[in-house]
Structures are given as structure tokens and as C-alpha cells.
């Protein structure tokens, strides 16, 4: 059974469910059904892929430069580790989607540029907080602030980046922007804290599903429809744009959580198996458990009976690598790009939109 994510797949695509592959006359009936929400295309627009990957390029410049001017006249260490932080790049998934979108749409620049730091600043104080919960040392290849500074310090710099980010989001004027970037907020944490009192054994493809949405997904979907919001579009567009944003989020932790188990260390920036050492439960795992209910190593882990050592964890990760279980998630991630894709009709057709497909794709071709 598909799970109805903000009401958005309900409003827009009654008939799809998440996790179920699309068929050739579904894609065919979303798209008529969905003419409505197509738009002329904004006369400055960008026309060519070449202009589309320079406005990109010098949009996430900028918006970098808003990101760390934010700490610019704050306690020195406090800049220090800030700085490192945002020096330490990262996809930048969530701004090329807004540059994007509002580029398609016309939005005001400097409004764009102060949306996408206030988000990506969201982003990086969640992943402070996170590496100290999850006790993690490393992050996009170097050591987190955790591994370096007291706990309380971590902290407080994560605090502080929330605060700037919501600094941020104000320079928009944007009340609505404002509702929706606090909600989200509290989506994510609540998420976190769901997870912090998980009940492993009753684990199940649901419960993952609004956890990946709490944890990624809604951020994703903030960021498309912010988006939108600044740009003046009518309603319907900005709903489709959410969804296009929530589907992409999903996609692209199902596929994280499967390189926690094919990726490589050197590669991903943080030790393969982690969720496992972690004891959380993730779609491979799910879907490994459906298809050997039996496993020793998996039933332990996931009742939280035993502690694997590293042996019997490289033998629980190779036996799902050799299962079914990968191909699987990924055609969960396929399906969820397809749709996003969908959803992405709702913009002008042009360069921009072309773009944004591209980003879709990269989402699963991350793997190879």
C-alpha cells in the first residue's frame, strides 16, 4: 500500500502510490491530467544549458558567500568552526533546486539567494546536531565538529547556525515562507526524535517512509515550494512543486540508505554499515527481512538482542548486498524520480526545467 505523503499525492495524482512502478498509460493519464499546470515560459528565462550551468554556478558562489557572512562578526572560534563546516561543500542539492525553480519562475535574485543559504544553513545545523547524536567522526571526508570539540560547543554551533538560518529566511518578507521553514524545523526534529525512541522490532516499510520523509524529504519539499511561493504562482503550481520536491527526497535518502551498504568509504565520505552499527532500520534491511524473515545476524540486530561484532556485521551486509534486497530499494527510488519528474511539468518548459531533470537523474545515478 503506497503512503500518502502531505496530502499532495491525494490532491495530484490520485492513482499513483509510492513504491509501485509507474505504467506507460499512468505517465501518459498524469501528464493530461496535469496540462493545467503548465505555464508560458518567463521571458528572461535562461534559454541554454550552457547560461543554466553559469547562473548555477555563480548562484551557489553567492550563496555561500551569504552563508558564511553570517558568522563574520561572532566569537572567533565560533567562526572557525562554522566556516570549516561550510567550507566543507556538500552536494548543494537544495539550492541548485531553488536557483532552479525560481529562475524558471522569475523570482527576485537577491530573494532567491537569501532563501537558498537560509536552507542549506537549515541543512547544515541538522547534520551538526546529527553527527553528535549518532556519534558519527566523519562527514564529506573530514572529521566533524564532534570529533573535535566538546559536546556543548557542537551544540551551541548548531544552534547558532539555526538561528542565522532563520535570519535568513526573514530577508524574504515572506510570512508564508517564514510558517513553512518553522514547520519544517519541527518536522525534522520531531523525526529525529521519533528515531531516538524507535521501537526497532516494530520497524516497518511505513515507519520508514515518514521517517525518511521527517529526516530528508520534507526539507526537499520546502525547498521547491518556497520556491514557488516567492515567485507569486498560483497554488496548484507550488503543490505540484512540493511534491516534486518531496518525491526527490525520498529518492535520494533510499539511495543513501542503500550506499550505506554498496558505496565505498573513500567515495562517500563517512564508513560504510553505519545504519547497521547503529541498529536503525533501513529499507535494505526491510526488504531483506521480507525475503529471509529467519536471518539470524538481521532478526538480532533489528530486535536489539545481540551486538555484532565486525565480522558477523560484514557478513550481514554482504548477504544483503547478495540479496534481492538492493534492487528493490532502488526501484523504490526509481519510481519515486519518476514521479518527481512529473511533477516537474508544472514549470515552464526550457533549460531550467531541463536542469532539474538532470538533477533527478544524478539522484540514482549516484550508484554506478
Known amino acids: 500500500m503506497g503512503l500518502t505523503i502531505m496530502g499532495y499525492l491525494n490532491n495530484h495524482a490520485e492513482n499513483i502510490q509510492i513504491g509501485v512502478p509507474f505504467t506507460k498509460k499512468e505517465k501518459q493519464q498524469f501528464f493530461r ?6 505555464t508560458s515560459h518567463d521571458p528572461e528565462a535562461l534559454t541554454s544549458e550552457a547560461e543554466v550551468r553559469n547562473f548555477v554556478k555563480v548562484g551557489l558562489k553567492n550563496v ?3 552563508m558564511l557572512s553570517q558568522v563574520t562578526d561572532y566569537h572567533s572560534d565560533l567562526k572557525a568552526a562554522a566556516s570549516l563546516i561550510l567550507s566543507a561543500g556538500g552536494k548543494r542539492m537544495r539550492p541548485k533546486i531553488i536557483l532552479l525553480i525560481g529562475k524558471a519562475l522569475g523570482a527576485d535574485y537577491e530573494t532567491l539567494i537569501s532563501l537558498a543559504a537560509s536552507i542549506e544553513l537549515l541543512h547544515t545545523a541538522t547534520l551538526v546536531h546529527d553527527d553528535l547524536i549518532d556519534g558519527a567522526l566523519l562527514r564529506r571526508g573530514i572529521s566533524t565538529l564532534n570529533a573535535n570539540w566538546s559536546s556543548s560547543a557542537t551544540i551551541l554551533t548548531g544552534d547558532f547556525l539555526f538561528a542565522a538560518a532563520s535570519s535568513l ?20 526534529v520531531n523525526g529525529e526524535v521519533n528515531q531516538l525512541f524507535l521501537d526497532c522490532s516494530s520497524a516497518d516499510i511505513e515507519e520508514y517512509h515518514q521517517r525518511i520523509y521527517s529526516k530528508t524529504a520534507s526539507l526537499f519539499e520546502t525547498s521547491a515550494q518556497t520556491a514557488a511561493m516567492i ?19 525520498m529518492a535520494f535518502q533510499v539511495v543513501d540508505d542503500v550506499l550505506d551498504y ?14 547497521l552499527r547503529q541498529g536503525l532500520v533501513t529499507l535494505p534491511l526491510i526488504y531483506f527481512l521480507e525475503q529471509y524473515p529467519n536471518d539470524t545476524l538481521a532478526k538480532g540486530l533489528i530486535r536489539g538482542k545481540n ?47 531541463s536542469a532539474l531533470i538532470e538533477i533527478c537523474n544524478f539522484v540514482v545515478e549516484r550508484l554506478s
Open 33 to 38: 491530467k496535469n496540462d493545467y499546470l503548465k
Open 262 to 275: 554498496t558505496g565505498a568509504e573513500n567515495k562517500m565520505g563517512k564508513p560504510v554499515g553505519g545504519d
Open 307 to 353: 551486538s555484532l561484532n565486525e565480522e558477523e556485521l560484514s557478513q550481514l551486509i554482504a548477504n544483503i548486498v547478495q540479496s534481492d534486497a538492493i534492487d528493490k530499494s532502488l526501484l523504490d527510488a526509481r519510481d519515486y524520480v519518476t514521479r518527481a519528474k512529473c511533477c516537474l511539468m508544472s514549470l515552464p518548459e526550457g533549460a531550467e526545467r
Open 64 to 66: 555561500e558567500e551569504v
Open 169 to 188: 529566511a526573514a530577508r524574504t518578507n515572506s510570512v508564508e515562507v517564514m510558517r513553512l521553514f518553522s514547520h519544517t524545523l519541527m518536522t525534522i
Open 231 to 249: 515567485s507569486n504562482v498560483n497554488q496548484r503550481q507550488a503543490d505540484a512543486l512540493a511534491q516534486f520536491g518531496c518525491e526527490l527526497g
